[in-house]
Each structure stands twice: as C-alpha cells, then as structure tokens.
Nanobody
Framework: QVQLVESGGGLVRPGDSLTLSCTASRGNLEWYALGWFRQAPGKEREGVAC??????GTLYADSVNGRFTVRKDANMLTLQMKGLDTEDASVYFC?????????????????WGQGTQVTVSS
C-alpha cells in the first residue's frame, strides 16, 4: 500500500507556470503506474497526465498536451504545467495503480492523495 502527498498548488495568473509534486509518505512509487487527475467544482474527476510503471510511457489529456509534462523520478512524481489558463483551475490529485497497464482513467487507480488546489486568476 502506498500513501501519497501532493504539494505545489497555489494561485497563479493566466500564462504562468507551476509545478506540482507528489511523494510517497509510505511505500515505493516504483511499483505503480502513476497519474495526475483534476476535479473542478461540479465536474467529474478527469485524467490529466499518467505514466506507466516500467517504460515511462505517458498519456495526456488533449486539453493539456504540449503544455503539461509528467515525470517520475526515484520516489517522486511531478507535473510541470505551462501556459496555465482559467480552465486549468482545479483540485489536482496524484494517484497510484498497481498495474503495468497504460491507462489514465480515474476508476482504475487505487490510491489517492488529498489533492492540491490550483487557482488561475488575473
């Protein structure tokens, strides 16, 4: 079992960049497929960027492709976000899935962090 802790959220202006981090307070992230998900008020949770357990294959939502970059290094997962706009404002969660599969569906992921708020406002 793994316990996840996100950090790095905050208030930014449109066009700014921000990097989120996720670490394991218990367990080892090397054993898991990992992902970033977000949920805005009144909306369903959606996959933003995911990375596989072994070959570092990545998946991105169309809305963030080219602007966001997910990385997995040692026991940390990061999400580098560039060109943020108001549509990106949300609570961002990292999640882990004990699987070799390459999917970015929230229902597949077993372990979740508490979330970190990203607010984009001028």
């Amino acid at each position: 079992q793994v316990q996840l802790v996100e950090s790095g959220g905050g208030l930014v202006r449109p066009g700014d960049s921000l990097t989120l981090s996720c670490t394991a307070s218990r367990g080892n992230l090397e054993w898991y497929a990992l992902g970033w998900f977000r949920q805005a008020p009144g909306k369903e949770r959606e996959g933003v960027a995911c990375i596989t357990r072994t070959d570092r294959g990545t998946l991105y939502a169309d809305s963030v492709n080219g602007r966001f970059t997910v990385r997995k290094d040692a026991n940390m997962l990061t999400l580098q976000m560039k060109g943020l706009d108001t549509e990106d404002a949300s609570v961002y969660f990292c999640a882990a899935w004990f699987s070799l599969a390459r999917r970015c569906e929230p229902s597949d992921y077993d372990y979740w962090g508490q979330g970190t708020q990203v607010t984009v406002s001028s």
